[in-house]
């Protein structure tokens, strides 16, 4: 089998096509372009990389971009400042905290001080209470990329077993939320780190989605022939980037996901997709 790829990357770039449309006309509507804030707290080089990416992507597409970059040892009270500032910039659409934020400060209370309706990636407490109850709310950017990946490709959804590995909170946990509504109808099963039988789960799955950030984890024999398989992990190495699935399973799959070049362009196309969001529902176009 050769499997067939969930290109992440073009998709990526059609989406970012579209919305480039849409903040034209927003911009003319606003009189400005709509904003994304980052929040970016220390100087980790893979949280500056994502960081550095998500302004390219704004510029590529007519969004201005704030950012606020704060130093490894920065307080609590000075970055629920930032927070405070951001709610208040008629300027910033949308924002992020890129996460993890450093050990010493409090992520939970940073991500509650959040206006959830400027909430660009979909994990401020509110909306992921939405998004459990069914009520419309800013979807977390890594489920919704996997979802329109997926989509955009024709795998089938509707009664599909899926197979999620990984119990994130940015991940793991949502993508069972947007996959069991009705309009996806799939059953989703999470795998964790203290699931018996791990292979057994896997092997049952038409869709398996690796979130566990372990190198090379799901290999071809665990795989059921045909599957679509969708890396999303990353772990840094000092051979690079290295995803959660081995390199064998596209010998087994019928879709790959692959890392670089799957899911990861995707999350980053559909925190502009919130942002885009986020303001046709300032002028109320949505
Ligand atoms: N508040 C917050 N929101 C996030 O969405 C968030 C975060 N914090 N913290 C870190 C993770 C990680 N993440 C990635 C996004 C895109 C790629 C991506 O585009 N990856 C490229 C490769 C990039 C590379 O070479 O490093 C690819 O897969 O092709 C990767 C990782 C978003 N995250």
Redesign the pocket.
Known sequence: MNAQLLD??ATAAEIRRDLAERVAKLSATLGRPPGLGTVLVGDDP??R??VA?KHRDCAQVGIASIRRDLPADASQQQVEETIDELNADPACTGY?????LPRHLDAGAVLERMDPAKDA?G?HPVNLGRLTLGVEAPLP??PRGIVELLRRHEVPLAGARVCVIGRGV?VGRPIGLLLTRRSENSTVTLCHTGTKGLAWHVREADIVIAAAGSPGLVTKDMLRPGAAVLDVG?TRTDQG?VGDIHPDAAEVAGWLAP???????M??AM?LANVVEAAERTVGAV
């Open positions: 992440g990357k893979g949280s990389a994502y990416g992020i905290v890129q996460l993890p990636d994990l950017c890594t940015t990353i980037l890392m670089p070049g799957g899911v990861g362009p999350t980053r925190l």
